[in-house]
C-alpha cells in the first residue's frame, strides 16, 4: 500500500516543489490548502510532467491529515499552530513535518524564545504526534533546479522519535536531498538559526534563493 502525505500548504513555492518530487516518486500526495485554483493548476502541471501521479486535491487541512500517514506543514510559521489546532484530533501517532521558521519582518532575527523553536513549539502542541523538523535549512529553488551542478543540497532531519527521522530522511532523499540525522528536536534551534544565516547570506551576497548547506568530510 502507498504512503499517503498530506502536503498543507502546497500552493506556495516549498509546497509545490516538495509535493511534485514526492509524487514523482511513487507517493499518494493529497495537496491541501485555501486557494484551490492554485491546487488546481499545481496538479495539473504534476500530471503533465508524470502521468501516473497520484494525486488529490484538497480544502480541509483536518480532512487531508485524517486520511494521510504523514502530515507535512508547508505554511509560515505564523500559521502552524492555526493549523496545528485544526488537526490535532485526527493526527495521533502520525509524523507531522514542521517546516517552518520564525522569521521577523526585517530576515535579520527569530521571534521564538532562544530556549525553544518553531518545531518544538509544534510539538507541545501536538504532544500525541511524531514531529520532524526538516526541510527548512532549503530554498525552494532547490525542488526546480540544480543549483549545486550535480551535487546534493543537504537537509537535516531532527526529532525525537528516532523512526520518525528514519522515515521522514526516506522522504527528504525522495525529494533529490541529501537527509543528515541531525540529533533530537531540540537540535532545532540551531537549524532555525541556519536557515536564517542562509538567508542573510543569499541577501549579501545575491545568490537569489540559489543556495544551500553542504556538509563536506572524506
Not at 526516506?170 to 536531498?177: A, M, P
Request: glycine letters at 6%; proline letters at 3%; a neutral charge.
Amino acid at each position: 500500500m502507498k504512503t499517503t502525505i498530506a502536503v498543507i500548504g502546497a500552493a506556495g513555492r516549498m509546497g509545490s516543489g516538495i509535493a511534485s518530487k514526492l509524487a514523482e516518486a511513487g507517493y499518494r500526495v493529497l495537496l491541501a490548502g485555501k486557494d484551490q485554483s492554485k491546487l488546481a493548476d499545481l496538479s495539473i502541471r504534476i500530471r503533465e510532467k508524470f502521468s501516473g501521479a497520484d494525486i488529490d486535491t484538497l480544502d480541509c487541512s483536518k480532512e487531508a491529515s485524517w486520511e494521510a500517514d504523514i502530515i507535512i506543514l508547508a505554511v509560515p510559521y505564523s500559521k502552524e499552530i492555526e493549523i496545528a489546532e485544526k488537526i490535532k484530533d485526527v493526527v495521533t501517532g502520525k509524523i507531522v513535518v514542521s517546516i517552518s521558521n520564525p522569521l521577523n519582518q526585517a530576515l535579520d532575527g527569530l521571534t521564538t524564545n532562544p530556549s525553544t523553536s518553531a518545531a518544538e513549539e509544534l510539538a507541545n502542541y501536538l504532544p500525541y504526534s511524531k514531529v520532524v523538523k526538516a526541510f527548512n535549512t532549503v530554498f525552494a529553488g532547490s525542488f526546480y533546479k540544480n543549483i549545486l551542478a550535480g551535487k546534493k543540497i543537504d537537509s537535516f532531519v531532527a526529532s525525537d522519535d528516532k523512526e520518525a527521522v528514519s522515515i521522514v530522511s526516506n522522504l527528504v532523499k525522495d525529494t533529490g536531498l541529501n537527509p543528515l540525522p541531525a540529533g533530537n528536536l531540540s537540535v532545532s534551534r540551531t537549524l532555525e538559526n541556519m536557515a536564517l544565516l542562509l538567508i542573510r547570506l543569499s541577501i549579501n551576497n545575491n545568490y537569489n534563493g540559489m543556495a544551500g548547506w553542504k556538509v563536506l568530510h572524506p
